[in-house]
C-alpha cells in the first residue's frame, strides 16, 4: 500500500472519529500524560462519621471513599492506601461557614461574607452562613483549609460540596459573580496543588461553562432517573452533563436516594458510577 494510500485512510479515520465522538477525542487528547485517577472506580462510599476498624476494612475493599477530615487521622488514611487499591478524598465545604468548623472560623473576615443588601445570608436549615466565594482573602482561606485538611493528612483528592448555593441565588447577577468567582478560585487551587484530583459536588452550570476542565468527578446527589425521564429540563441537563463529561475525560459520579432499578441501569449504560444511599443519613452511618 502506497504512502498517499496509507495517509488517506488515516485522513478519513481522523474525520470520521472528529464527526462521530468529538467531545471523546478532545476529553482523550486532555488526558494524554494526565490520566483521570478516578479512570478504573467502579465502588466508592460517602463517610463522614469516625472510622472504626472494622470499617476500615470494608473501605480497603472500595475503589474510592469520601470522608471528613475531622474525623479521620492521617495514620487511618495510611492504613486505607497502603494496599494501593483505595483512593481516599477529603471534604471540604466550599460555600457554607458553619458554626462547628473552627479552623474556617479562625481564618475568615467579615469580608468573606457573602451579603445581599448589606446583610449576610443566612441558610437556617443548615444553621450555616455563606461564604463570598468572589473573595480573594476567602481563596486563601480555602488554599489554606485544604493545604492543612487534605494535603497535611495525605489525602489524594479533595471533594468541593455546598457549591449548589451560590447557583440557587435568587439574583442572576450575583449568581454570575459567584460563578466567576468560583471560576477563579479554581485556577488558584490547581495552580497551587497541580497534582491534587478534584471532584465537585453538582455545580452543572459551573461544570458545563468551566470547571469540567479542572475537575477529575462530578458528584449528582441526589439523582433519580425515574422521576427525570419525563421531563424536557432534566433531559437537558443530563444531555449537558455527558456532552461536558466526556469532552473533558471526568467521571460522573451518582448518589440516589431511589433504590429503582432504572436509575441504575441508566448510570451504568452511560459508565456513571453508581451509589444508592438510604435518604435519612447524612452519611454518618455506615451501610454495607
Given at each position: ?25 478532545i ?11 478516578l ?13 472504626t ?64 443588601n448589606?446583610?449576610?445570608?443566612y ?6 452562613y455563606?461564604?463570598d ?70 455545580a ?6 468551566f ?12 439523582f433519580s ?30 448518589i ?33
Amino acid at each position: 500500500m502506497s504512502k498517499n494510500i496509507t495517509a488517506f485512510l488515516l485522513f478519513m479515520v481522523i474525520m470520521v472519529l472528529l464527526f462521530f465522538n468529538l467531545d471523546g477525542l478532545i476529553g482523550f487528547f486532555r488526558r494524554i500524560g494526565n490520566p483521570n485517577p478516578l479512570k478504573d472506580v467502579k465502588t466508592y462510599k460517602v463517610y463522614y462519621d469516625h472510622l472504626t476498624p472494622e470499617i476500615i476494612e470494608e473501605i480497603k475493599k472500595l475503589d474510592l471513599v469520601i470522608l471528613e477530615p475531622a474525623a479521620v487521622t492521617s495514620r487511618e488514611i495510611r492504613e486505607i492506601r497502603e494496599q494501593g487499591k483505595t483512593l481516599v478524598y477529603g471534604y471540604i465545604s466550599v460555600i457554607d461557614i458553619e458554626p462547628y468548623d473552627s479552623l474556617k472560623l479562625n481564618l475568615i473576615k467579615e469580608e468573606d461574607y457573602l451579603k445581599i443588601n448589606g446583610e449576610k445570608v443566612y441558610v437556617s436549615d443548615h444553621d450555616c452562613y455563606l461564604a463570598d466565594i468572589t473573595s480573594s482573602h476567602y481563596h486563601d482561606v480555602l488554599l489554606k483549609l485544604i493545604q492543612k485538611k487534605i494535603i497535611g493528612l495525605g489525602f489524594d483528592g479533595v471533594f468541593l460540596d455546598t457549591l449548589d448555593r451560590m447557583e440557587y441565588l435568587k439574583d442572576e447577577k450575583q449568581v454570575e459573580r459567584c460563578i466567576q468567582g468560583y471560576r477563579e478560585f479554581l485556577a488558584k487551587l490547581k495552580t497551587n496543588f497541580s497534582d491534587l484530583s478534584v471532584i465537585q459536588n453538582r455545580a452543572f452550570n459551573s461544570f458545563s461553562q468551566f470547571s469540567g476542565k479542572y475537575v477529575d468527578g462530578i458528584l449528582y446527589e441526589d439523582f433519580s432517573y425515574n422521576k427525570m425521564k419525563d421531563s424536557e429540563y432534566y433531559q437537558k441537563l443530563l444531555a449537558s452533563i455527558l456532552k461536558t463529561s466526556k469532552r473533558n475525560g471526568c467521571r460522573v459520579l451518582v448518589i440516589s436516594f431511589d433504590q429503582d432499578g432504572e436509575t441504575e441501569k441508566f448510570c451504568r449504560k452511560n459508565g456513571w458510577i453508581y451509589l444508592y444511599h438510604p435518604e435519612d443519613s447524612v452519611y454518618n452511618t455506615w451501610y454495607n
